[in-house]
């Protein structure tokens, strides 16, 4: 057994001291909290048997301590995890609170706990600030790249209401829903991707390689070269000209300035929204995620007695579109006016009719977060299909493009060949 030197706190805000034994830190913190205490420090005792995690670790050599103060904050900051990492984030605290650890011995836990994407900076940060008096949910703001604002308002609703773990177990299945659905657009996007690559190599291969050995075989013929081959001569040599190249740079430098510029201003990121939304083919696709997210993450909140307008807040800060963010934001006023969610969101002409008369019809029998389920599961549903259907329009799309990209290398050299061939034949006819 090691012994251990604690600080704690009574709840009267008292502080105190003292020494006992344990196997472990974890299990000395878990002998402080049945003690009644809120542990402040808890170190080995100098000549103990067991030493604190990372003291090695502390006394080691660190590039990060060489930089200036502004540098080193930003390389501890924890950056932004993925909604899979944070999923298992949330399900791993959720779990120790249902296993009946305390609040304070649960993240003492999770600081040992291995979470990809998340350090264990960020669980000692709660763990001190519990300690300290502070509210899980005001802890938790403290760190706003960790935790957003829907993460933050659902974990004080859940202390307010006595079901903090509950309420944890439905953020890490709302995130696990999302990273599922993030998971699906990868997925539905490799092989046409793998395609385009593929076709680009077999273009580039053959622009460099392969046509310069041609055309110093049709230099040598003094023929009459068909338009399809001077064409290509043409665009090879553009291509290995440094001037054009120099030119066509410069050109996709200022043109990606400008997109990036424009896409920065208001009116830019409002047009391209809307483009996203009725673009062809990946339209369908884009409503479907952003209407089911939208929906989703409202009834999660509500769900979770986070009241409307702040539901409604924050659901127009995570949903990524300008268009609806705007729509969003013409129905918080008007709730706050004393008008039923469905009534403006008509009136926004951005949401489709089906999830206006299903909110309804939850408005009607007092259940708006179930029927904001419901919304979220079809749409969902309907992802799903639309990913498949739009995964099958473009690769037969792509394949056709570099097929007659190919055609065209291909048929160029050919046409020469035989302009070649016939002025060969015709030369010797004589």
Known sequence: ???????????????????????????????????????????????????????????????????????????????????????TFTQQFSNLLKSGMPLTV???????????????????????????????????????????????????????????????????????????????????????????LTGLVIVFFFMTYMLPKFLSIFADMKVDLPASTRLLIGISNFFSDPVYLLTMGVVLVAGSIVFLRFRASDLGRHTLDRWKLNAPIVGRVVRLHLFGQFARTLSTLMQNGVSVLTALKITEQVVPNVVLKQAIAQTREAVTDGKTIAQPLARSKVF??????????????????????NVADTYES?????????????????????????????????????????????????
């Open 106 to 196: 649960a993240l003492n836990s999770m600081t040992h706990l291995e979470t990809k994407g998340i350090p264990s900076s960020v669980s000692k940060q709660l763990r001190n600030d519990v300690t300290e008096g502070r509210s899980l949910s005001d802890a938790m703001a403290k760190q706003p790249v960790v935790f957003s604002d829907m993460y933050v308002n659902m974990v004080r609703a859940g202390e307010q209401s006595g079901s903090l773990q509950e309420v944890l177990k439905r953020l890490a299945e709302h995130y696990e829903r999302f990273a599922e659905v993030q998971q699906k657009f990868s997925s539905a996007l490799i092989y046409p991707a793998f395609v385009m």
């Open 352 to 373: 489709p009719q089906l999830m206006i008369d299903l909110i309804k019809i939850g408005e009607d029998t007092g259940d708006v977060p179930g029927a904001l389920r």
């Open 1 to 87: 057994m090691a012994q251990f030197t604690y600080k704690a706190r009574k709840r009267s805000g008292e502080t105190v001291t003292g020494v006992l034994e344990g196997n472990d830190r974890s299990a000395a913190l878990a002998q402080i909290d049945r003690m009644g205490l809120f542990p402040v420090a808890v170190e080995a005792a100098k000549g103990g048997v067991a030493s604190t995690p990372g003291a090695a670790a502390g006394k080691s050599f660190s590039l990060i301590a060489l930089l200036p103060p502004t540098l080193r904050e930003a390389a501890l900051r924890p950056s932004k995890p993925k909604l899979q990492e944070l999923a």
């Open 382 to 430: 309907e992802l799903n299909i639309g990913l498949r259907v739009m995964t099958n329009l473009i690769e037969p799309v792509m394949i056709v493009g570099i097929a007659l990209g190919v055609g065209f290398l291909l048929l160029s050299v050919l046409q020469a060949m035989f302009s070649i061939t016939s002025n060969i034949g015709t030369s010797m006819g004589r």
